[in-house]
């Protein structure tokens, strides 16, 4: 393995690799690697894997563009497991879902509904922005998001500046569930100014890391 050392292959040269977002820790997919996979993902920073299925090599996002920029890798304790933290450019699984375990299994049997809506969990502000950039790229009729797009920036500085007040106002008047409702709206028109700007929220995440660290 060379500069790999530590690994163990199973008896078929592979290695699984999980596959975690790196901003919001969201587990994507699972997939194997061989010594050449994992030496392509560290030489050009995206991910390659083996099928076993095909009996290849493949580059993830080759022919989707969902592709998956490296930021880290991590062994496990055993070295017998890969964990790969990435950003994900669209989703990951090929069924059109963000991550491939979008399905819980209770009761023994496979429920094949995505969790619900509103459950508090972070993930929900990368699934935000995913469907405000696919707002932009491919705009719907009737899309609000599709709509402020089309009318360019100077709208939605406009509407951040209206929201911006609108969490003042409610902060002023302490009604905690004005507060929050206002707030969301406040972010959901920021991600509309990253989209704009092709920017992504982990560049958020990433800044107000290294000012953590300067603390």
């Not at 991550?99 to 009761?107: G, I, N, T, V």
């Not at 619900?116 to 469907?131: A, M």
Request: aromatic share 6%.
């Amino acid at each position: 393995m060379g500069r790999f050392e530590g690994l163990t292959l199973d008896e078929d040269g592979l290695i699984p690799a999980i596959v975690q977002d790196a901003a919001s820790g969201e587990v994507l997919m699972l997939a194997y690697m061989n010594a050449e996979s994992l030496q392509k993902t560290v030489s050009s920073g995206r991910t390659h894997f083996w099928s076993r299925s095909r009996g290849r090599l493949w580059m993830k996002g080759e022919t989707s563009g969902n592709t998956q920029q490296v930021v880290d890798i991590r062994l496990d304790c055993d070295g017998d497991a890969l964990l790969v933290r990435v950003r994900q450019r669209g989703v990951a699984c090929h069924t059109g879902e963000r991550s491939c375990f979008y399905r819980a299994l209770a009761e023994d049997r496979l429920q094949n509904e995505p969790p619900p809506p509103g459950d508090g969990s972070p993930t929900v502000l990368q699934e935000l922005f995913e469907v405000i950039r696919d707002r932009r790229e491919s705009p719907q009729r009737g899309s609000y998001t599709s709509r402020l797009f089309a009318d360019g920036k100077g709208a939605i500085l406009k509407k951040v500046g209206e929201e911006a007040s609108e969490v003042i106002i409610a902060s002023m008047e302490g009604d905690p569930a004005e507060i929050v409702h206002e707030v969301s709206d406040l972010v959901y028109h920021l991600f509309v100014l990253l989209g704009l700007h092709d920017l992504r929220p982990e560049a958020i995440y990433e800044e107000l890391g290294r000012r953590r660290g300067a603390r």
